[in-house]
Nanobody, 130 residues
Framework: QVQLVESGGGSVQAGGSLRLSCAASGYTYSASYCMAWFRQAPGKEREGVATIYTFGGMQYSGTTDYVDSVKGRFTISRDNAKNTVYLQMNSLKPEDTAMYYC?????????????????WGQGTQVTVSS
């Protein structure tokens, strides 16, 4: 059973930066996973933000993908030694304000549907003020 624990949220002014962390445990060492960050603002649907394909029990990473609204500002990466996936967020805008969730699914990425991800963290709040 994959367990995900997010950290690193907070409040920042527009133009600032934050780095979110997602510590993963309980995954199968021979499997491949798509790791993702989603966000959900009040009154809105949960939205996929970034994905990274990992394999060999998250020892190796493949392609990354981003939703258009964050391309060039957000970067998803992973640290194998720490079993952690990061979301570096730069040039933050007020519209980035949301609860951010780490998610995982077995196999490939290629989907932004929240229902396709079976493992979720508890979320971390990001608030960007103008």
């Amino acid at each position: 059973q994959v367990q995900l624990v997010e950290s690193g949220g907070g409040s920042v002014q527009a133009g600032g930066s934050l780095r979110l962390s997602c510590a993963a445990s309980g995954y199968t060492y021979s499997a491949s996973y798509c790791m993702a960050w989603f966000r959900q603002a009040p009154g809105k649907e949960r939205e996929g933000v970034a994905t990274i394909y990992t394999f060999g029990g998250m020892q190796y990473s493949g392609t990354t993908d981003y939703v258009d609204s964050v391309k060039g500002r957000f970067t998803i990466s992973r640290d194998n030694a720490k079993n952690t996936v990061y979301l570096q967020m730069n040039s933050l805008k007020p519209e980035d304000t949301a609860m951010y969730y780490c998610a995982a699914r077995r196999g490939f990425c290629g989907t932004w549907r929240a229902d396709d991800f079976g493992y979720w963290g508890q979320g971390t709040q990001v608030t960007v003020s103008s």
